[in-house]
């Protein structure tokens, strides 16, 4: 696998956590194939496939509730075979309510693995698991 290809991929999975902290919705949308597979172990139901304009609009409605969020995503491990690739990195997720005071604070850090499937040369995201290793905060700025 080319240096570039692994660029490519690990872009793709960086875009996803860009768009959705610059609330670039279209743009996330975009990041995922049309139907993805999604495992979340911090509060969410558990795995799940779902539409990716359903996907991203829970996204919304949730980050959309915090003034602010940054999700940091390193240390990329990238597995390619073909036109499939398997990029697992660590992510620190910061979520800030409108006022910076006790309680309007959440930081998760955890895991990452992005499945990816390449379309008209493009990368695609089809499926993402996240696992929390840790949070501090208040969680109950999440809607439930």
């Not at 793709?12 to 993805?36: K, L, M, Q, S, Y």
């Not at 990238?78 to 910061?94: H, N, P, Q, W």
């Amino acid at each position: 696998m080319s240096d570039a290809v692994v660029q490519e991929i690990v872009d793709a999975v960086n875009a996803v956590a860009r768009t959705a902290d610059n609330r670039d919705w279209a743009g996330c949308r975009a990041c995922f194939t049309p139907r993805v597979e999604v495992d979340h172990d911090a509060g969410s139901e558990g795995p799940a496939i779902l539409d990716s304009g359903a996907l991203v609009a829970l996204w919304e409605e949730a980050l959309g509730r915090f003034a602010a969020t940054l999700h940091m995503v390193t240390n990329h491990q990238v597995e390619v075979a073909e036109d499939r690739a398997t990029c697992r990195s660590c992510v620190l997720g910061v979520h800030t309510a409108s006022e910076t005071r006790a309680g309007n604070l959440y930081l998760s850090f955890g895991t990452y693995e992005h499945r990816l499937v390449r379309i008209a040369g493009a990368w695609k995201v089809a499926g993402v698991v996240y696992r929390q290793v840790y949070a501090l905060g208040n969680s109950g700025l999440f809607p439930h």
